[in-house]
């Protein structure tokens, strides 16, 4: 499955910046990571940090998945608003999840200063929108359960919106706790920075048949050489869903649009994420060059052609909608992409051990927080090879 078009705006702009041989011998190691994307990265690092030989191998080039299509907002505000969620899944799996997420942020920025990374990591606000008066409401409830469960949010009216941001809404959530990053840079430094305290990376390798046997698993790959690994971590993103026996996700299409560099973007802009309470949302924000990147209008996934045939209209119809909510600005097109991504019944992820995959881990961050959740999966993963304590393990668990 093709998970994005050509020509996402990361893959352009940074170029190939590592590339790594294909596994051309059988080799052994404590954890395998199968998948080099974002995911595959945080996982590979919080695996050597922990001490354990680590393998990581990709079917495609490193970062080429879903990492190179993503526009890469940090928020812990899930796809699911926390009073819905509150509802759907209790008060303390709903606020845990959302507390995760908001740490989340923060691990990532410890990640990034540690490897010195040069993704441009950057602490933001985060704006959530109201797009018609009808939501107007909700979001208010949304804002006062917030409030009410600690975290730092503030309520902005119509005029304070007009004033601040030229963004026209009758309502809005701002919250303190949100960041932006190029993932896909973030990805190579990190199997840069890994590859030299021993991670070893094997692209253009894919994994193609595994047998699960009782204390290790033995994988074959296209280049016909044998893993042998004690535990495996599938990062394998949107494509996993192929070989998991039950349906976990929906798979959507969603389109991203980013603008030539403007000179006067200005600070509230440059320093905060923006979304919206449409279905499917609006969202977007300032790069650091000074871009604005806008994305949403997300279709049911069919195929990868038919995603693509769109690109055209659903560019068209991104620059109306950011016309509409910030209409004393322009927006030149500069490169427009489509991803496939998916939603979860609760807008949680999956992350943990599934019955049918003896000695397997599965780290699967859908949704809008795909990245946070990758995030949260390195303790999380460590925890669980460790048979430490996690809760996080039962709320995102297989089956629940
Ligand atoms: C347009 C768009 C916008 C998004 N915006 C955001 C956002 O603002 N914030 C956010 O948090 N998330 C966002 N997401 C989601 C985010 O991009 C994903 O959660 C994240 O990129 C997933 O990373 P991953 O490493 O799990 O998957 P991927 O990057 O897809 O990596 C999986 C890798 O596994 C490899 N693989 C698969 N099968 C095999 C196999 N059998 N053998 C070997 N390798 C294999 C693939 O080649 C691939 O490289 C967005 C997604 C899209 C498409």
């Known amino acids: 499955?093709?998970?994005?078009?050509?020509?996402?705006?990361?893959?352009?702009?940074?170029?190939?910046?590592?590339?790594?041989?294909?596994?051309?011998?059988?080799?052994?190691?404590?954890?395998?990571?199968?998948?080099?994307?974002?995911?595959?990265?945080?996982?590979?690092?919080?695996?050597?940090?922990?001490?354990?030989?680590?393998?990581?191998?990709d079917k495609r080039e490193i970062a080429n998945g879903s990492t190179s299509a993503t526009t890469s907002m940090?928020?812990?505000?899930?796809?699911?608003?926390?009073?819905?969620?509150?509802?759907?899944?209790?008060?303390?799996?709903?606020?845990?999840?959302?507390?995760?997420?908001?740490?989340?942020?923060?691990?990532?920025?410890?990640?990034?200063?540690?490897?010195?990374?040069?993704?441009?990591?950057?602490?933001?606000?985060?704006?959530?929108?109201?797009?018609?008066s009808k939501d107007l409401k909700d979001l208010q409830k949304e804002y006062e359960t917030r409030k009410f469960y600690g975290f730092e949010v503030d309520w902005l009216g119509e005029e304070d919106l007009k004033a601040t941001y030229g963004l026209v809404s009758k309502g809005a959530i701002l919250s303190k706790d949100g960041a932006s990053i190029d993932a896909f840079k973030l990805t190579h430094d990190l199997l840069h920075y890994n590859t030299n305290k021993g991670l070893k990376v094997f692209d253009k390798t894919e994994s193609i048949k595994t047998s699960y046997q009782k204390d290790k698993v033995f994988l074959k790959t296209q280049t016909g050489y044998a893993i042998t690994a004690s535990k495996v971590i599938y990062c394998t993103g949107y494509e996993t869903q192929h070989f998991l026996p039950e349906k976990i996700v929906k798979l959507k299409s969603t389109y991203a649009s980013i603008s030539e560099v403007q000179n006067n973007i200005g600070d509230a802009l440059k320093h905060t994420l923006f979304w919206n309470t449409n279905k499917p949302y609006l969202y977007l924000r300032a790069t650091d060059?000074?871009?604005?990147?806008?994305?949403?209008?997300?279709?049911?996934?069919?195929?990868?052609?038919?995603?693509?045939?769109?690109?055209?209209?659903?560019?068209?119809?991104?620059?109306?909608?950011?016309?509409?909510?910030m209409p004393d600005r322009c927006f030149d097109t500069d490169f427009v992409w489509a991803g496939t991504f998916g939603e979860t019944k609760d807008s949680l992820p999956y992350i943990g051990e599934h019955p049918k995959f003896p000695n397997s881990y599965f780290v699967l961050g859908f949704g809008g927080n795909g990245i946070a959740f990758s995030a949260i999966g390195m303790k999380l993963i460590v925890d669980l090879i460790k048979n430490q304590p996690n809760v996080l393990s039962h709320y995102f668990r297989f089956g629940r």
Request: charged residues 25%; negative net charge.
């Open 1 to 57: 499955m093709n998970v994005r078009s050509n020509e996402p705006f990361w893959l352009v702009q940074n170029g190939l910046l590592h590339t790594y041989p294909s596994l051309q011998q059988d080799i052994h190691c404590d954890i395998l990571i199968i998948g080099g994307g974002v995911t595959g990265a945080l996982m590979a690092h919080a695996c050597v940090k922990a001490g354990y030989q680590t393998v990581l191998i």
């Open 74 to 132: 940090l928020q812990y505000e899930l796809d699911t608003p926390l009073h819905e969620l509150i509802d759907q899944i209790g008060e303390e799996a709903a606020v845990a999840s959302y507390k995760s997420c908001r740490d989340a942020i923060y691990e990532l920025q410890q990640v990034v200063k540690e490897i010195k990374s040069t993704s441009g990591f950057e602490l933001k606000k985060s704006l959530y929108f109201c797009a018609n």
């Open 289 to 325: 060059e000074g871009r604005i990147l806008i994305g949403g209008e997300d279709e049911n996934f069919k195929n990868a052609v038919k995603r693509d045939l769109l690109l055209d209209r659903k560019e068209r119809k991104l620059k109306e909608t950011f016309q509409q909510v």
